[in-house]
């Protein structure tokens, strides 16, 4: 029995160490998915943010036409990088709504004037309160929503080349 205790400190190193192993070379998964994906969007209307484009609210995505809705801040850097995505897929025919968050009026020309407009309707969200309804944690996310006011799917992070497809085949499942 004496001998076997002798080993003990050593097992439990080698557990500690295989726990911490484990954890390293597979770290959790770390992105915040919407609850919302599936369901009929939240109840919300906000104001327009920019002169000459309308604000947004939950009925104007129930015309039958799908779209897409994306979360955004003059500040965010992936915005940025995903501005020449949206563009792009303005010009495949893909209706693009945005809901800015915590911006201001000022801002947001300047950032849609130095990156491109895609959106039909900019929504003034200063608050998050309609980030937060649809399950959105961050910038820039973007929600298909199907011409039913459903969302469909949810698309976390900047849109690359390479999410283009995703996204266009969620839009034809959503007609």
């Not at 003990?8 to 992105?31: C, H, K, N």
Request: aromatic share 6%; net charge positive; with cysteine.
């Amino acid at each position: 029995m004496k001998r076997g205790l002798i080993w003990l400190p050593l097992g439990m190193f080698a557990l500690i160490f295989a726990v911490v192993a484990i954890g390293l070379t597979r770290p959790a998964e770390r992105t915040v998915r919407s609850a919302m994906v599936g369901k009929t969007l939240p109840a919300f209307t906000v104001g327009a943010i920019v002169p000459g484009k309308p604000g947004l609210s939950n009925t104007m995505f129930a015309d039958g036409k799908p779209r897409l809705l994306n979360v955004f801040a003059s500040w965010c850097i992936p915005c940025i990088a995903e501005a020449p995505m949206l563009l792009r897929l303005k010009k495949m025919g893909v209706a693009v709504d945005g809901l800015a968050i915590r911006d201001t009026s000022i801002a947001i020309r300047a950032f849609l004037a130095r990156n491109g407009d895609p959106y039909e309707r900019i929504g003034d969200d200063r608050q998050s309160a309609v980030q937060l309804a649809l399950g959105s944690s961050g910038v820039p996310e973007t929600f298909v929503i199907d011409g039913k006011g459903r969302i469909v799917l949810q698309h976390v992070g900047d849109i690359r080349a390479d999410d283009i497809p995703e996204i266009l085949a969620a839009l034809e499942k959503a007609k």
